[in-house]
């Protein structure tokens, strides 16, 4: 069970919009900012999403995010096959002094 | 260029120790955290622990305080992940990765380790 909830999975068909949702606590999104990875089978984790809504370079600006309250949302915008993977939100908790990740949700290009 | 390089796979017997390792380059060793993540086949994410190479200070979660220990080497930019006695429930894949701060920061896990894969069975 972790401690941020996303749904486990999503899917769309190229060129849609997926968004994915991540729900929290006071402890932790409501409080702290919400980082997205993404990780295609077989590899490590990379960030997408960093403080919010912030993308590093080298990321599609077809990814981006957002947070209200206690949730948090990935979107990508114009879905490409190459984004299918899973993707955990994350966020620093404050009652478990660490940081906490959501459960995962596979995106799939239909 | 900032590379966390892990070490092999790992194939050992319940209650066997093993040590795996997470060697950086590219950057200064002693001026980042880095954290230890579990991913168990199948399954998400989930933070073990972290620890400051510039003074040793080590903070574990709490699932997994008293299961690991999380070190470093900083002679030779290396830091470690250990278990003195494995179980089954082990087997799981173990990334490192690193990060500026550990508290309430804006801080995310910017650069990781491949993964090492670590199977125990009988």
């Known amino acids: 069970q972790s401690v941020l909830t996303q749904p486990p999975s999503a899917s769309g068909t190229p060129g849609q919009t997926v968004t994915i949702s991540c729900s929290g606590s006071s402890s932790n999104v409501g409080s702290y900012s919400v980082n997205w990875y993404q990780q295609v089978p077989g590899t490590a984790p990379k960030v997408v999403i960093f403080?919010?809504?912030q993308r590093p370079s080298g990321v599609p600006d077809r990814f981006s995010g957002s947070k209200s309250g206690t949730s948090a949302s990935l979107a990508i915008r114009g879905l490409q096959s190459e984004d299918e993977a899973d993707y955990y939100c994350a966020a620093w908790d404050d009652s478990l002094k660490g940081w906490v990740f959501g459960g995962g949700t596979k995106v799939t290009a239909l | 260029e900032v590379q966390l390089v892990q070490s092999g796979a790992e194939v050992k017997k319940p209650g066997e120790s093993l040590k795996i390792s997470c060697k950086v380059s590219?950057?200064?060793?002693?001026?980042?955290?880095i954290a230890w993540v579990r991913q168990m086949p199948g399954k998400g994410l989930e933070w073990m622990g972290v620890?400051?190479?510039?003074?040793?200070?080590?903070r574990y979660s709490p699932s997994f305080e008293g299961q690991v220990t999380i070190s470093v080497d900083k002679s030779i930019g290396t830091a470690y992940l250990q278990w003195n006695s494995l179980k089954s429930s082990d087997t799981a894949m173990y990334y490192c990765t690193r990060t500026p701060e550990y508290g309430d920061f804006d801080v995310h896990f910017d650069y990781w380790g491949q993964g090492t894969l670590v199977t125990v069975s009988s």
């Open positions: 590219g950057y200064t060793f002693s001026a980042y955290w």
């Open positions: 620890i400051f190479p510039g003074d040793s200070d080590t």
């Open positions: 403080e919010n809504t």
